[in-house]
């Protein structure tokens, strides 16, 4: 079955250090890979996404994503968090089209990020 | 202003009631999406549309059903015969159905409470 693991039900880091945020998934062929951002009470925001080329992909307020295809991974990262970074974080995979993928979603449970004063 | 826009914010309903929760989108986007969102738990697909007139079951569809008469409007009833309809309901779009590399936008959100 295809899956998307988000290992850590939250994160503790201290304003200012780096932070990571873990995302692993099982999906077969080469799927797209997002971030998301979900504030209380709120929907949820597109942070990035991997489509194919570089590795590294850029996104929204600083944060930065790591697709690593052989360990099936796709890392958050942030070199410096702010406080105003808590927030509970949602990786999500669509698989290819050869897959049956299309448009539709596959997300893990959440990570929660606590960035702390 | 452009985007995707739910209500209510907040929706209360007794037991054996139906009850329908609003999305439109104003991005001319195809494609629309219903999740539903408890805690712990990632998003979980109800129904999708790919255009005008269509719509198909997600993973989660019992007890839910939705129209989609106009591009800009997907509506999602919550019927008595979903058994635990409490949760935060998100709306979803995208341009288009089969284009992959499509991001989807999401709404704010409703959050239904059964009483």
């Known amino acids: 079955a295809q899956s998307v693991a988000q290992p850590e039900d939250q994160v503790n880091v201290a304003e200012g250090n780096p932070l990571t945020v873990k995302c692993t998934y099982s999906v077969s062929g080469n799927p797209y890979l997002f971030w998301y951002v979900q504030y209380p009470n709120r929907g949820l925001q597109f942070l990035l996404k991997?489509?194919?080329?570089?590795?590294l992909v850029k996104g929204s307020y600083g944060f930065e994503a790591e697709f690593n295809k052989s360990q099936t991974s796709f890392h958050l990262k942030k070199p410096s968090a702010l406080v105003s970074d808590s927030a509970l974080y949602f990786c999500a995979v669509r698989p290819d089209m050869f897959s049956g993928g299309y448009n539709k979603l596959i997300f893990g449970a959440g990570t929660r990020l606590a960035v702390h004063p | 202003d452009g985007g995707i826009t739910q209500s209510p914010k907040y929706l209360f309903r007794k037991e054996g009631q139906n009850v329908t929760l609003s999305c439109e989108q104003n991005?001319?986007?195809?494609?629309m999406y219903w999740y539903r969102q408890d805690p712990g738990q990632g998003l979980r697909l109800i129904y999708y549309s790919q255009i005008v007139n269509d719509f198909q079951k997600g993973d989660i569809a019992e007890g839910y059903s939705v129209s989609r008469e106009k591009k800009e409007s997907f509506p999602l009833t919550v019927t008595s015969a979903q058994k635990n309809p409490t949760a935060f309901y998100l709306c979803a779009s995208t341009p288009s159905w089969g284009g992959g590399t499509d991001t989807q936008y999401f709404g704010p959100g409703t959050r239904l409470t059964v009483l």
């Open positions: 991997y489509i194919t080329g570089d590795n």
């Open positions: 991005l001319n986007h195809d494609a």
